[in-house]
């Protein structure tokens, strides 16, 4: 019996082994060999299809980061192992457009224990926004010292590094933590779901907290409603500042179309409201706003252009013919038939658009567009098509910048269509932007950073706890003033 025994486990046990690198589900372990070939199907797609891979290092220094990564994998690996594994490559590339994902629809926040909170950074500092399971255990505004004995400080400091961006400045990857900050924790620091929360309240007072984590259905469940949704782009007017205040919450037609909106007749009724009411004074808030149709971000500074503009000056592609392991990606036979038609090649430096094609061409301003005062109110997650509309409005002198640093940079981002592969063994799926803009005007500022706003306006923690909007108010009571 105790031959058969061990008989029986040594077979399971070789079975097991013999399982590594077998489709096995998401945690399944996968041959460093198997891997290795994953790594070289990412370095192909990136250096043939990716339309600006050297923006921030040379092809030789970008080759250097993938042979480290090459090294270092020398173990089997789940999928989500080989995905922290290969993040310097992104990270040396610099374009949050070129992301990762681990194949396969996981998502970790439909298992994953979550920490229950919205996240407000602040000069440096975590506060608490909302608590998402519906009670109040955390005083609305409080600063959060540490998580499970992890100060704020490393807390930032580590989901910083996770974030890809093609700006310096943290900005950028202080608002994409907020906006994914449980996910981020979970996933990066403790996915344990039982967090120590320590704080200071508004009124300094020191305490701290226990939480249960739960699953975004979790949350999502136990969430009130928050009254009537309001609509993509929204506007009102405040006679008292003789002024417009325009909301923009997306720059994506798609968007905009589920919502039932719009652009053109909206901005058509806008302008007809505009002269209507006499408004000499229009503010134009795109705060988290982004897009990858940069159509609609001239469709709207249309709407307060004064003479002719162009939105690029440029736009490039890395390659006419689709890649080695073409065979990996989703099809894009239209890209490459747009390409071969309006592209010229320019041997070592890719495609760019021809000179004559109608998107190098200046555009008229709208009918009757409007001639007041603008001002333009940014944040780091003002995005792409966003960006693309703070960067004319600044370019061309037409109003006032107020807020933030842009997350897009100032001299060239990536956008428009984009290939999605496979890779073999791992099965992440790896987005590559397959387009490559050029905003038109010159920028001023550094070849990694984002456009830089006139007058840098945060929002004040006070704020927080009486859920109200310093930057609004700071802006409506400036306006206040100079009537």
């Known amino acids: 019996m105790m031959v058969w025994r061990t008989w029986a486990l040594s077979i399971a046990l070789i079975a097991r082994v013999l399982a590594v690198g077998q489709d096995a589900g998401p945690e399944r372990l996968i041959y460093p060999e198997k891997l290795h070939e994953d790594l070289e199907v990412l370095r192909s797609f990136i250096h043939e299809v990716h339309p600006a891979p050297y923006r921030f290092r040379s092809s030789e220094a970008l080759d250097a980061v993938f042979d480290s990564v090459r090294r270092a994998v020398k173990v089997p690996l789940s999928p989500a192992a080989f995905l922290d594994s290969v993040m310097p490559v992104f990270h040396a590339v610099g374009d949050p457009r070129l992301r990762p994902s681990l194949g396969g629809g996981v998502n970790g926040g439909e298992v994953m224990p979550l920490i229950p909170i919205r996240v407000k950074i602040l ?121 417009f205040w325009l909301t923009i919450q997306t720059f994506e037609r798609d968007s905009l179309q589920r919502a039932k909106q719009k652009p053109e007749s909206y901005l058509a009724r806008l302008l007809k409201e505009l002269r209507r009411s006499k408004t000499r004074t229009l503010v134009i808030d795109v705060r988290g706003a ?36 073409y065979d990996l990606a989703r099809p894009q036979p239209e890209f490459y038939a747009m390409v071969r038609e309006q592209f010229v090649e320019d041997p070592g430096h890719g495609a760019h658009l021809r000179p004559d094609d109608v998107r190098l061409r200046p555009v008229p301003p709208a009918n009757k567009a409007f001639d007041g005062a603008v001002y333009v109110v940014c944040d780091g997650l003002t995005l792409d098509a966003g960006a693309a509309f703070v960067m004319l409005v600044k370019r061309e002198r037409r109003g006032r910048i107020i807020g933030e640093e842009l997350g897009t940079n100032a001299h060239s981002f990536t956008g428009g269509r984009e290939m999605v592969v496979t890779m073999p063994n791992a099965g992440l799926r790896v987005h590559v932007p397959l387009l490559r803009y050029v905003p038109d005007g010159s920028p001023t500022v550094p070849a990694d950073s984002g456009e830089l706003p006139h007058h840098v306006v945060h929002q004040q923690a006070s704020g927080i706890a009486r859920g109200r909007d310093t930057v609004r108010e700071g802006v409506m009571q400036l306006l206040l003033e100079l009537r």
């Open 123 to 243: 000069e440096g500092n975590i506060y608490v926004e909302e608590e998402l399971k519906g009670f109040r255990s955390l005083p609305i505004g409080s600063r959060i010292t540490a998580i499970n004995g992890i100060g704020a400080d490393a807390i930032l400091d580590r989901l910083g590094r996770v974030i890809v961006s093609e700006v310096a400045g943290m900005t950028f990857r202080h608002r994409r933590i907020e906006h994914e900050f449980a996910t981020l924790y979970a996933r990066h620091i403790d996915g344990s779901g039982d967090y120590l929360v320590r704080y200071v309240a508004m009124d300094g007072t020191v305490g701290e907290q226990r939480i249960k984590g739960m699953t975004s259905g979790e949350i999502a469940l136990s969430r009130k409603p928050a009254g009537k949704a309001v609509a993509p782009w929204s506007g009102v007017p405040d006679p008292e500042a003789g002024a």
């Open 290 to 325: 982004g897009g990858r149709e940069l159509g609609m971000a001239e469709l709207v500074f249309g709407v307060i252009a004064r003479e002719p503009f162009r939105i690029i000056q440029d736009m490039s592609v890395r390659s006419t013919v689709p890649p080695a392991r």
